[in-house]
């Protein structure tokens, strides 16, 4: 059967299910476990360490357990149990835990906001030292700089932004930690017109090293430090107690059209897209294209009934006029004439951005286990195009594939994170059982060479690291990695803290 005549068969329900998909997305993915600050009790903990005013859960403790699974936000908890979760309140909080850990020979591992997928702030023995209490703002508005602290979450800080006419690249989910998604590099809302990525937006933090001190770093103090905070992910070898956030004005309008096709037409679109990107300038337009199952068909339905590509483009600007003219260029297009469904020039704020396009009614942002590997990539076409007819085989329905293009990265010398690159192309899988983990962990780990082919680097914050840690190693420059271990040795000759998943 073709696609017309499956499309001809549905009925009206599955028609309105693919209007409401044009509201959304493969991405995003928060439960009620992902802020354990709400579990922050008034009750002094029994246990104290000096110096430490926030809650210590020690291993024999009776709620120690709802504590550790709280600190992973899917449900793909990893079996690593540590002797004691810290759950800091303030700078000094971290100090004392620090110098008392180095003193006890416990290594300590650190967590903002718990959304990395491998859970990398889990380790077995030592401490974790959960920063996600730690949620202050301030905003000098004359330099616009936000001072956060790194329990700040996307929509906490465009809320305390806005409020100021300023705004910044903030994770498309509204409840990521700001602390981890920045120092990984930080794809964020309007990226390509905000600085590119969030990292290199940091213009100072405040670091708590291994033997205790706490330290201001920037450009012109302890600059190597800084230049390991802007992009170094989960491996870094201290703690950053506050950012200092490079703002920028607010877009005056966010407009976003959307376009779905079936999975046979990917070639098109990806074609289209890119005669669109070189006659037209829309480099400031945030791209993104998934490839994902239909969600009101079975799962078991062959590919060619149930795989569609969805793309929008995001558009923020000064003033809707100017949204309307960028986005000319995809409705006069192929994308719009041959599409399935669209939703064109759609008004949006930030607020309606999450709810619409991220949000916990997307079918593959549900709590579920989850992994996910990617690439950066000058081609991101081509990447998609050689991973498609892999992910007709896609062994859940929320598995999918997704591209953001406009990246628009270039070498800093000022930032470990220094990859020029145009495109992220990221590989999902997300499933319910565990039973399931060695079927989708294969079906994730066959994308790799098929993305790897194409790859100039990868997202830190998106690797798969529990199955291939040396993937973490493959997120740098060779030259960038070996600096990296130098400033280890250095500044944690005692290794007092966990580097990354595998390497420590």
Known sequence: MSWEELMNQQSSSRRRALQQLVGLTALGAVNALRAPRALAAEKPARFTIPGVAGKIIRRQDANYEMWRQSMVWHMSKPKRYPEMIVQARSAEDVVAAVKYAAQH????????????????????????????????????????????????????????????????????????????????????????????????????????????????????????????????????????????????????????????????????????????????????????????????????????????????????????????????????????????????????????????????????????????????????????????????????????????FNMATKPRADACFSWAADCYVGAYGIWDEEQDDPRIYDWLAKNIPLLDQYAVGHYVNEVEGRLNPDRYRQCFTAANWNRLQKLRKQYDPNGVFHSYLGHS
């Open 105 to 404: 020979k416990l290594r300590v591992a650190v967590r903002s906001g718990g959304h990395n997928s491998c859970g990398p702030s889990l380790r077995d023995g030592g401490m974790l030292l959960d920063l996600s209490a730690m949620d202050e703002i301030s905003i000098e508005v004359d330099r616009r700089i936000a001072s956060i602290q790194p329990g700040v979450r996307s929509l906490e800080l465009v809320t305390a932004a806005r409020e100021k006419g300023l705004s910044f690249p903030v994770p498309h989910c509204p409840s990521v930690g700001l602390g981890g998604f920045t120092m990984g590099g930080g794809i964020g809302w309007n990226y390509a017109q905000r600085g590119g990525m969030a990292t290199l937006s940091i213009v100072g933090a405040d670091v708590v090293t291994a033997d205790g001190r706490l330290l201001h770093v920037s450009a012109r103090e302890h600059p190597d430090i800084y230049w390991a905070v802007r992009g170094v992910g989960p491996g870094f070898f201290g703690v950053v107690t506050r950012l200092h956030l490079q703002l920028y004005p607010v877009p005056k309008a966010i407009l976003a059209s959307s376009y779905i096709f079936p999975l046979s037409q990917l070639e098109m679109v990806t074609a289209t897209l890119d005669r669109i990107r070189k006659e037209n300038n829309v480099a400031g337009v945030e791209l993104i294209t998934v490839l994902m199952h239909h969600p009101e068909v079975p799962a078991d339905a062959p590919p060619e009934k149930s795989k569609i590509v969805f793309f929008t483009a995001f558009v923020f600007e000064d003033s809707e006029q100017k949204c309307l003219e960028v986005l000319k260029p995809f409705a006069a297009s192929d994308l719009a004439t041959k599409c399935l469904v669209k939703m064109e020039n759609q008004p949006f704020s930030f607020e309606g951005l999450y709810e619409r396009y991220f949000s916990l009614n997307d079918p593959a942002g549900r709590c579920a286990r989850y992994a996910v590997d990617n690439v950066l990539t000058n081609e991101g076409g081509k990447a998609l195009l050689a991973v498609a007819d892999h992910f007709r085989s896609a062994p859940t329905k929320d598995c999918h594939v997704l591209a953001s």
